[in-house]
Nanobody, 125 residues
Protein backbone atom coordinates (compact mmCIF):
# COMPACT_ATOMS: atom_id res chain seq x y z
CA UNK A 1 0.00 0.00 0.00
CA UNK A 2 1.26 3.44 -0.90
CA UNK A 3 -0.19 6.87 -0.28
CA UNK A 4 1.17 9.72 -2.35
CA UNK A 5 0.46 13.23 -1.09
CA UNK A 6 1.03 16.31 -3.20
CA UNK A 7 -0.04 19.90 -3.68
CA UNK A 8 1.91 21.65 -0.97
CA UNK A 9 3.77 24.87 -1.54
CA UNK A 10 4.21 28.47 -0.54
CA UNK A 11 1.11 30.65 -0.38
CA UNK A 12 0.28 34.05 1.04
CA UNK A 13 -2.01 34.37 4.00
CA UNK A 14 -5.62 34.36 2.92
CA UNK A 15 -4.93 32.29 -0.15
CA UNK A 16 -6.08 28.79 -1.07
CA UNK A 17 -4.27 25.53 -1.65
CA UNK A 18 -5.50 22.04 -2.46
CA UNK A 19 -3.72 18.93 -1.34
CA UNK A 20 -4.20 15.55 -3.00
CA UNK A 21 -3.55 12.03 -1.81
CA UNK A 22 -3.59 9.10 -4.22
CA UNK A 23 -3.68 5.53 -2.99
CA UNK A 24 -2.34 2.40 -4.59
CA UNK A 25 -3.09 -0.99 -3.14
CA UNK A 26 -5.91 0.45 -1.06
CA UNK A 27 -9.45 1.50 -1.93
CA UNK A 28 -10.51 4.84 -0.50
CA UNK A 29 -14.20 4.04 -0.79
CA UNK A 30 -14.06 2.05 2.44
CA UNK A 31 -12.34 2.47 5.75
CA UNK A 32 -11.15 5.73 7.25
CA UNK A 33 -8.97 8.34 5.60
CA UNK A 34 -7.61 11.42 7.29
CA UNK A 35 -5.27 14.36 6.98
CA UNK A 36 -2.84 15.19 9.74
CA UNK A 37 -0.26 17.91 9.99
CA UNK A 38 2.89 18.58 11.97
CA UNK A 39 4.18 22.08 12.46
CA UNK A 40 7.83 22.67 13.37
CA UNK A 41 8.39 21.83 17.01
CA UNK A 42 4.83 20.63 17.54
CA UNK A 43 3.01 17.33 17.81
CA UNK A 44 1.20 15.78 14.91
CA UNK A 45 -2.33 17.19 14.71
CA UNK A 46 -5.52 15.80 13.21
CA UNK A 47 -7.00 18.05 10.52
CA UNK A 48 -9.96 16.27 8.89
CA UNK A 49 -11.16 12.89 7.78
CA UNK A 50 -13.73 10.78 6.01
CA UNK A 51 -15.17 7.42 6.92
CA UNK A 52 -16.90 5.47 4.16
CA UNK A 53 -17.82 8.60 2.24
CA UNK A 54 -19.14 10.66 5.13
CA UNK A 55 -17.21 13.62 6.44
CA UNK A 56 -16.99 12.82 10.09
CA UNK A 57 -14.78 15.41 11.64
CA UNK A 58 -12.84 18.58 11.08
CA UNK A 59 -10.48 20.11 13.62
CA UNK A 60 -11.76 23.27 15.28
CA UNK A 61 -8.69 25.16 14.12
CA UNK A 62 -9.63 24.69 10.45
CA UNK A 63 -13.40 24.44 10.61
CA UNK A 64 -15.06 26.61 8.01
CA UNK A 65 -11.81 26.97 6.05
CA UNK A 66 -10.78 23.43 5.12
CA UNK A 67 -12.90 20.92 3.23
CA UNK A 68 -12.20 17.22 2.84
CA UNK A 69 -13.47 15.42 -0.23
CA UNK A 70 -12.68 12.40 -2.32
CA UNK A 71 -13.04 10.98 -5.82
CA UNK A 72 -13.56 7.24 -5.63
CA UNK A 73 -13.06 6.81 -9.37
CA UNK A 74 -9.55 8.25 -9.02
CA UNK A 75 -8.95 6.73 -5.61
CA UNK A 76 -7.93 10.18 -4.51
CA UNK A 77 -8.77 12.36 -1.54
CA UNK A 78 -8.41 16.11 -1.38
CA UNK A 79 -7.97 18.73 1.27
CA UNK A 80 -9.16 22.10 0.03
CA UNK A 81 -7.64 24.76 2.23
CA UNK A 82 -9.02 28.28 2.04
CA UNK A 83 -8.25 31.44 3.98
CA UNK A 84 -4.89 30.06 4.96
CA UNK A 85 -3.12 31.49 7.99
CA UNK A 86 0.57 31.46 8.93
CA UNK A 87 -0.28 29.04 11.73
CA UNK A 88 -1.38 26.52 9.10
CA UNK A 89 2.26 26.16 8.09
CA UNK A 90 3.16 22.48 8.52
CA UNK A 91 3.92 19.21 6.82
CA UNK A 92 0.63 17.63 5.84
CA UNK A 93 0.16 13.87 5.76
CA UNK A 94 -2.63 11.67 4.52
CA UNK A 95 -3.31 8.51 6.47
CA UNK A 96 -5.59 5.55 5.99
CA UNK A 97 -6.86 2.39 7.59
CA UNK A 98 -9.25 -0.25 6.33
CA UNK A 99 -11.13 -0.03 9.58
CA UNK A 100 -14.14 2.20 10.15
CA UNK A 101 -12.87 4.04 13.18
CA UNK A 102 -15.31 5.11 15.83
CA UNK A 103 -15.47 8.81 16.60
CA UNK A 104 -13.27 8.63 19.67
CA UNK A 105 -10.50 6.97 17.65
CA UNK A 106 -10.43 8.97 14.47
CA UNK A 107 -8.12 11.75 15.57
CA UNK A 108 -5.54 9.37 17.02
CA UNK A 109 -2.70 8.92 14.51
CA UNK A 110 -1.79 5.57 16.07
CA UNK A 111 -5.00 4.08 14.65
CA UNK A 112 -3.91 4.55 11.04
CA UNK A 113 -1.95 1.84 9.27
CA UNK A 114 -0.79 3.66 6.15
CA UNK A 115 0.82 7.05 5.74
CA UNK A 116 1.85 9.22 2.85
CA UNK A 117 5.22 10.89 2.74
CA UNK A 118 3.95 14.37 3.61
CA UNK A 119 3.74 17.56 1.63
CA UNK A 120 4.95 20.88 2.97
CA UNK A 121 2.67 23.89 3.25
CA UNK A 122 4.12 27.29 4.05
CA UNK A 123 1.86 30.28 4.58
CA UNK A 124 3.55 33.68 4.54
CA UNK A 125 2.13 36.64 6.38
Amino acid sequence: VQLQASGGGLVQAGGPLRLSCVASGLTFSTGTIAWFRRAPGKEREFVAGIRSGVTFDVADSVRGRFTFSRDNAKNTVYLQMNSLKPEDTADYYCAATTRNLISSSRANPNNYDYWGQGTQVTVSS
